[in-house]
């Protein structure tokens, strides 16, 4: 319980950083979003794909959110919705070199798809992360997340990696 109580107080300092408009990308970009339009659930899961290499592997997220709807539905409590206020989080997190990023597990069905990664340097011990997207059409327009931190007193032998 205190390692969540540690947690949360953690992500409540934060916050206001991220709960700030979009900043252009490193490159000057400005942010462009998603155009809907029609997508068989083939083109969804290749539209996936391509997000997670940009965001997960390239650390790239100016080009990833042109699949992210402007009024994406955000889930995570501390996060507005909408493509601007979920890109100040991102960005921050993806373009910090300091960062390490895993992806560990990732699939998609339609309409869902999930990225399940390892974050290292940006809380004081590794996390755990897992993402879930809902797309309608070729956008991205529903996020959820989970966050846990790897706990100093853990009792189960099992890693979260």
């Given amino acids: ?10 992500l409540i300092a934060i916050t206001p950083a991220f709960c700030k408009p979009a900043a252009p990308s490193s490159n000057n970009a400005t942010l462009t979003t998603c155009v809907q339009h029609p997508a068989s659930p083939t083109e969804q ?13 390239k650390r ?5 959110f042109v699949y992210i709807a402007t009024n994406e539905i955000q889930h995570n409590p501390y996060a507005l919705d909408g493509a601007a206020a979920a890109f100040a989080i991102v960005n921050t997190i993806f373009t910090n070199s300091s960062n390490g990023i895993e992806v ?18 940006f809380y004081s011990t590794p996390a755990s992360v897992v ?3 809902r ?21 189960n ?5």
Avoid at 4 to 10: G, K, N, Q
Avoid at 45 to 57: A, C, G, K, V
Avoid at 157 to 161: A, R, S
């Fill in 104 to 121: 560990l597990h990732q699939a998609f069905h339609a309409p869902f798809g999930w990225v399940h990664w390892r974050l290292d340097g």
């Fill in 60 to 64: 790239t997220p100016a080009p990833a």
């Fill in 157 to 161: 032998p099992h890693p979260l990696f």
């Fill in 45 to 57: 899961q290749e539209i996936f794909e391509r997000y997670s290499e940009l965001l997960y592997l």
């Fill in 135 to 155: 797309f309608e059409g070729a956008c991205i327009v529903e996020h959820w997340d989970t966050i846990q931190q790897v706990p100093t007193n853990a009792i």
């Fill in 1 to 10: 319980m205190r390692t969540s109580i540690t947690l949360l107080a953690a």
């Fill in 131 to 133: 993402d879930i997207y």
